[in-house]
């Protein structure tokens, strides 16, 4: 069975700056997908942005991107030029392309934006 | 228009009690899950069904059954309610069962059982 672990439960930046959240994961699959989930306080979960396993290229979504190393099984999050709005709790993601389409999520950082 | 919605979104109850909570999503998706969200944040799936049919059940108590009448609807009746239920449980659906489908939430229902 697959794991996802994020190895940081907290962090901080401040307004404007750069942060990057960690997550690795294990898995014996080839052919899977990765994403990152955000949970404000509002408790909604919203897709960030998702990477499939096939492609070399980094997914980019405006101020998010990631760093996807398939050997090392690695994909952290980058939040460029932080917003206040990004306060949240952050979730990477994991799934097999397979008929069970189940997500299995990490525990999750929670992210703090200061002014 | 809300995609995927849930009621209610907040559930106070005693132990012993039976409850359900609904959920409906408005965007023609073949697929919906039941996701448990613990006190510290971690979430895992429940059960995901596809065309009203079960396809994942994992290792969730028999309290818990899903019922899905039709493809746009997926409700969680729990018997029986135990304190270790308290928790948020989200309702997702997705377009179709293969890996590159995106899954949208819902709200979340906060359930809290005393």
């Known amino acids: 069975a697959q794991t996802v672990t994020q190895s940081q439960p907290e962090m901080s930046v401040q307004e404007a700056e750069t942060v990057t959240l960690s997550c690795t994961y294990d898995t014996s699959e080839n052919n899977y997908y990765l994403f990152w989930y955000k949970q404000p306080p509002s408790r909604q979960m919203i897709l960030v942005i998702r990477?499939?396993?096939?492609?070399?290229q980094n997914a980019t979504e405006n101020r998010f991107s990631v760093n996807f190393q398939k050997a090392a099984k690695s994909f952290s999050l980058k939040i460029s030029d932080s917003q206040l709005g990004d306060t949240a709790m952050y979730f990477c993601?994991?799934?097999?392309?397979?008929?069970?389409?189940?997500?299995?999520f990490g525990g999750g950082t929670r992210l703090m934006v200061k002014p | 228009d809300t995609a995927v919605s849930q009621t209610p979104k907040y559930l106070v109850t005693q132990m012993g009690n039976d409850k359900s909570i609904k959920c409906e999503q408005n965007l023609g998706h073949d697929t919906m899950y039941w996701y448990k969200q613990d006190s510290k944040k971690f979430l895992k799936i429940m059960f995901s069904?596809?065309?009203?049919?079960?396809?994942i059940n994992e290792t969730v108590p028999n309290r818990f059954s899903p019922k899905s009448p039709d493809k746009a609807h997926l409700n969680l009746h729990i018997n029986s309610l135990e304190l270790g239920d308290s928790a948020v449980y989200f309702c997702?659906?997705?377009?179709?069962?293969?890996?590159?489908?995106?899954?949208?939430f819902g709200p979340g229902t906060r359930l809290t059982v005393t």
């Open positions: 990477q499939e396993a096939y492609k070399q």
């Open positions: 997702a659906s997705s377009q179709g069962l293969a890996g590159l489908y995106e899954q949208y």
């Open positions: 993601a994991f799934r097999y392309n397979n008929a069970g389409n189940m997500l299995t």
């Open positions: 069904y596809n065309n009203k049919e079960l396809i």
